[in-house]
C-alpha cells in the first residue's frame, strides 16, 4: 500500500539555524510528493510539491528533492525564522489522484 | 472570502446529539474532502466527493455520513456524537488538472469539535 513516515517531533530550534524534517515514503508505484504547513490556528496549506524524481520543490526558502532510489522528500531550509515555526506535513498522492495519503506531522518551533 | 469556507469553526455538544458540519467553497473544484486531525496521528480521511453523485468512504467513515448538495457544498454529519469523535475537523478541494500537473488540495480553516 501507499504512505508516509516523517520524522516525529516536537523540534525546537533556535532562529538562523538549518532545518530538515525527514520524510520517507512507500508507494506501488510514482507518486506526486509534497509538503504542507499548517500555521496556529489555520488549515493546512501547500509549501511546495514535486511530481518526478529528481525534481526538487522549493518555496520561501524551503527545499526537497524528490529522491526515488531512497523513496526520500526530506524538508530544508538554511536559516529558519520564529515565523516558520508550524506544523509541517508530508503528503503523496498517486497519479490517478483518488487519495492522499499523509505523514503524521512535525511540530517545529523556532525561538529568537 | 476565504477559497474554501467551513461552518462552525468551533463547536461543542453533548453525546448523542446530531452535528452538522459544512463546506462550501468558490474553487470552482469538483473534487472535495473531509478529513479529520488528531495529534500525533496527522490526518486520516472520512469522506470524499469527486462530483455531486459520487460519494466515497474514506479509511475512517465509520460514524460519519456525507451529503454533496452542490458542487461547491459537501457537509459531513456526525449522526449521534461521542467523546472519541472530538478532534479538528477539515475540509479540502482538489483540481487533477492543476498547475504542473499535480492534484493540490486546498484546505478550509478548520472546525473544532468537542464532545462532552
Known amino acids: 500500500g501507499n504512505s508516509v513516515t516523517q520524522m516525529e517531533g516536537p523540534v525546537t530550534l533556535s532562529e538562523e539555524a538549518f532545518l530538515t524534517i525527514n520524510c520517507t515514503y512507500t508507494?506501488?508505484?510514482?507518486?506526486?510528493l509534497f509538503w504542507y504547513v499548517q500555521y496556529p490556528g489555520e488549515g493546512l496549506q501547500l509549501l511546495l510539491k514535486a511530481t518526478k524524481a529528481d525534481d526538487k520543490g522549493s518555496n520561501k526558502g524551503f527545499e526537497a528533492t524528490y529522491r526515488k532510489e531512497t523513496t526520500s522528500f526530506h524538508l530544508e531550509k538554511g536559516s529558519v525564522q520564529v515565523s516558520d515555526s508550524a506544523v509541517y506535513f508530508c503528503?503523496?498522492?498517486?497519479?490517478?489522484?483518488?487519495?492522499?495519503?499523509f505523514g503524521t506531522g512535525t511540530s517545529l518551533t523556532v525561538i529568537p | 472570502d476565504a477559497d474554501v469556507t467551513q461552518t462552525p469553526r468551533n463547536r461543542i455538544t453533548k453525546t448523542g446529539k446530531r452535528i452538522m458540519l459544512e463546506c462550501s467553497q468558490t474553487k470552482g473544484h469538483d473534487r472535495m474532502y473531509w478529513y479529520r486531525q488528531d495529534p500525533g496521528l496527522g490526518l486520516r480521511l472520512i469522506y470524499y466527493s469527486f462530483d455531486v453523485k459520487d460519494i466515497n468512504k474514506g479509511e475512517i467513515s465509520d460514524g460519519y455520513s456525507v451529503s454533496r448538495q452542490a458542487q461547491a457544498k459537501f457537509s459531513l454529519s456526525l449522526e449521534s456524537a461521542i467523546p472519541n469523535q472530538t478532534a479538528l475537523y477539515f475540509c479540502a478541494t482538489s483540481d487533477p488538472s492543476g498547475v504542473g500537473g499535480a492534484n493540490v488540495l486546498t484546505f478550509g480553516a478548520g472546525s473544532r469539535l468537542t464532545v462532552l
Open positions: 508507494a506501488t508505484g510514482y507518486p506526486s
Open positions: 503528503a503523496l498522492t498517486m497519479n490517478t489522484g483518488n487519495q492522499f495519503y
